[in-house]
Each structure stands twice: as structure tokens, then as C-alpha cells.
């Protein structure tokens, strides 16, 4: 009698596990996964943290020596709604973003107020074209302190941060390479 209700609960629990299993592959599948190859960067100390939630992409810039270059390639889901880019770093003098049709370019001026410059130009070609704000190429850039609030470059806290515009993922970018140089490398 025992291994008889034993059995019964043994049935019973096995289909409800196998669901649970399947509707945590399927919630798996959602999941994104990104590579990032930072091999090509010269300098050492450089390294990227991924942080993502339904919404958002972050990636987290780290560099030591201020100058790196990475490859950032979608292997699984699709780019986030917003997209962003945080660079602790002593002040941002460029940043560039390529999705394999146009590289967009962003500076943080080193004097106060920090203006932000952006330009644009399309793969292959050397000449640039400078941006203003209403465009839907702007990448905006905020300087974001933490704890002791920071007015100067170069920073000693907090991070820079940029908003990469949507226009960006338009083509379904695989793969985006990005470069950075810090003001005080």
C-alpha cells in the first residue's frame, strides 16, 4: 500500500517537473548573449561588464590606460530597446560605435560646460559630418558623478555615460565595434 501512493506521487510530480523544465528552456531562449572581444585592444587593464534587463543593454567600460577597442557581437536575442555606454574614465576625448554601415563618433569637450560633439560618416569614407542635437543620429552623453560631486575633468568619480540613438540598430547590426580614448591616457 505504501509504494502503491508512493508511485502515485512519483506520477503525479513528474509531468509537473517536465512543464516547469520547459517553460524555463523556453524563458532561456529569451535570454540574450553577447561576446565581447576586447583581443584587439593593444593596451591592457581594459574590461566590459554586461548588465542588461528587459529593456536596457549597459555595458560597462573599464580602462586602466584610457585607449581600447572592442567587438561586441550579438550571439543570441535581439538589441535592447536602449542601448548605453558607461566609461569610467578621467574625461571621454572620443567614442566610436560602427554597425557595419556608418561609424558615429562622440567627444565631451575637457572645459566647462563639457559640450558634447557627435559626428557621423559611412564606413569607407574619411569625411565627417557634424551633428546637432535634433538628429537621429545625436548620441547623447550625460556626465553622471558618484558621491562627491565632481565639476571638472578630469573626473575622479562617477562615469560618463552615452545613450547610443536607435538608429544604430536599424540594420540589425551582428556585431558592433566600438573604440574609446580617455583626455588623460
Not at 585592444?41 to 573599464?62: C, D, L
Not at 590606460?65 to 569610467?88: M, P
Not at 567614442?95 to 557627435?118: D, E, K, M, Q
Request: charged share 20%; aromatic share 12%; with cysteine.
Amino acid at each position: 500500500m505504501r509504494l502503491r501512493v508512493l508511485f502515485r506521487i512519483i506520477i503525479l510530480c513528474v509531468p509537473i517537473l517536465c512543464s516547469c523544465r520547459t517553460i524555463l528552456t523556453l524563458q532561456e531562449q529569451n535570454f540574450p548573449v553577447v561576446d565581447i572581444d576586447l583581443s584587439s585592444s593593444k593596451e591592457e587593464g581594459n574590461r566590459i561588464n554586461f548588465i542588461h534587463n528587459s529593456e536596457n543593454f549597459i555595458f560597462e567600460v573599464h580602462s586602466r590606460n584610457g585607449i581600447g577597442q572592442a567587438t561586441i557581437s550579438l550571439v543570441r536575442g535581439t538589441w535592447a530597446t536602449e542601448v548605453r555606454f558607461r566609461f569610467y574614465l578621467h574625461g571621454l576625448e572620443s567614442f566610436a560605435v560602427n554597425n557595419g554601415v556608418f561609424v558615429l563618433n562622440t567627444a565631451i569637450l575637457s572645459y566647462p560646460p563639457y559640450s558634447v560633439l557627435c559626428e557621423v560618416n559611412a564606413v569607407g569614407e574619411g569625411s565627417r559630418v557634424t551633428l546637432v542635437e535634433t538628429s537621429p543620429y545625436w548620441m547623447s552623453a550625460e556626465i553622471v558623478p558618484t558621491g562627491k560631486m565632481v565639476s571638472k575633468v578630469p573626473f575622479q568619480t562617477g562615469y560618463v555615460e552615452l545613450v547610443v540613438p536607435k538608429i544604430v540598430f536599424e540594420s540589425d547590426p551582428e556585431v558592433l565595434h566600438i573604440q574609446w580614448v580617455d583626455f588623460f591616457r
